[in-house]
């Protein structure tokens, strides 16, 4: 039996995704700027997938702009926020906890001269609200919080932080890196107090190298990318219709059954987390079961380190992340688990279980099965 528990690394297309990708690149593959009938019926994919989302989230569909992923929406978001507003403030806020994507563009915006303060987490890796309030400032411009850790599963409280921004630095934006949320959360950003929100197709069952960031028609960032001028000049370069496409079934067909897959996820994870409280020396990390993220368990196997239990499930084809996929070719300890406060040890025997509304109890009963087999017999090698 196959058990793919990495879902937050990437997840597989739906099938009507596959569908549209396909057609897309082979029957209605036109570039969508061009003036004759194979553009404008290109163009229509990207009508339609904005329409969607936009319905989807309560916002305007000329706030959609389409990326190439989450990670350039972040780098739009930060380093375009940033530039665009640079007159009215030189400070940027952040956490301790923050993907790469979010983290390495605050670095370089400090290389420019940008003053930037990181909070703090507590040990369930939530931003401290008393530390963000003490940090604003008249000169605030931009303040960015991942949504739901990508590691832990831990959830930021979004709307709480969007108050603290805008009642204590009204000229900052603030940005919110959706990327594990979208799909697992009903997120309506203007509600929320939302100025900007990147998301990933690939984490929700789309194809990967595609993305959004949506911009509150009221903010103002500076394009990164210059060229022919697609998307208002936002973004240029030709339009990926096959991602966005792609995406923007991905973005229907995820909410479609929402109710009933989040609580299965949620199901699913405290199945695991009950079967796991039965094997020695064990701890999960992050919030309580329901208050974290329904898709995301990061469990400690004390004594083992991560990357040999890792190598013992993928053998029995059991897939499981040892961390962010996104940085784990580069690996060293990791910054949202060394902010949450847990010892080296804890941290070199953490991994990551991800699902998706497609994994079954089954799957979840053959990997504890394995688990209960192996955790000691690694734990005896490791001694010796």
Do not use: W
């Amino acid at each position: 039996m196959e058990a793919y528990f990495d879902n937050s690394a990437t997840t597989k297309c739906y099938e009507a995704v596959r569908e549209i990708v396909c057609k897309t690149m082979t029957e209605d593959y036109g570039n969508p700027s061009a003036m004759h009938r194979k553009g404008v019926e290109a163009e229509q994919y990207i009508k339609n997938a904005k329409a969607s989302i936009a319905r989807l989230m309560k916002v305007n569909e000329k706030e959609i702009l389409f990326t190439s992923g989450g990670t350039e929406s972040d780098n739009l978001a930060l380093i375009g926020g940033a530039a665009a507003n640079k007159r009215k403030g030189n400070h940027i806020i952040t956490t301790a906890v923050e993907h790469p994507a979010v983290g390495q563009p605050v670095e370089y915006l400090e290389s420019l001269g940008f003053e930037v303060t990181i909070l703090p987490v507590d040990e369930r890796g939530v931003v401290s609200l008393e530390a963000l309030e003490k940090a604003l400032r008249p000169d605030t411009i931009l303040v960015s919080t991942m949504y739901v850790n990508n590691e832990v599963g831990s959830v930021m409280p979004i709307e709480k932080i969007a108050k603290l921004v805008h009642e204590k630095s009204p000229k900052a934006l603030y940005h919110v890196d959706a990327i594990q949320a979208f799909g697992k959360y009903r997120i309506y950003p203007k509600k929320l107090g939302i100025d900007l929100l990147s998301v990933s197709g690939h984490k929700i069952h789309g194809p990967k190298g595609v993305g959004f960031l949506y911009i509150n028609e009221k903010a103002r960032i500076e394009p990164q990318i210059l060229g022919g001028g697609q998307q208002g000049g936002m973004r240029s370069g030709t339009d990926n219709v096959p991602g966005i496409a792609g995406l923007g079934v991905a973005a229907e067909e995820i909410y479609r059954n929402f109710d009933a897959n989040v609580e299965h996820m949620y199901q699913l994870k405290e199945h695991m987390a009950e079967g796991l409280s039965q094997i020695e020396n064990v701890k999960i990390n992050g919030m309580e079961l329901r208050e974290g993220a329904p898709q995301i368990l990061s469990v400690s196997f004390m004594g083992i380190r991560s990357e040999v239990l890792l190598h013992t499930l993928e053998d029995r084809e059991i897939y499981v992340s040892a961390g962010s996929a996104c940085s784990s070719h580069k690996r060293k300890a990791s910054g949202t688990l060394t902010a949450m406060g847990l010892s080296a040890e804890q941290k070199e025997s953490t991994v990551r279980f991800s699902f998706c509304e497609e994994n079954t109890f089954e799957e979840a009963d053959y990997c504890l099965e394995v688990l209960r087999e192996v955790v000691p017999v690694l734990r005896r090698y490791s001694r010796r």
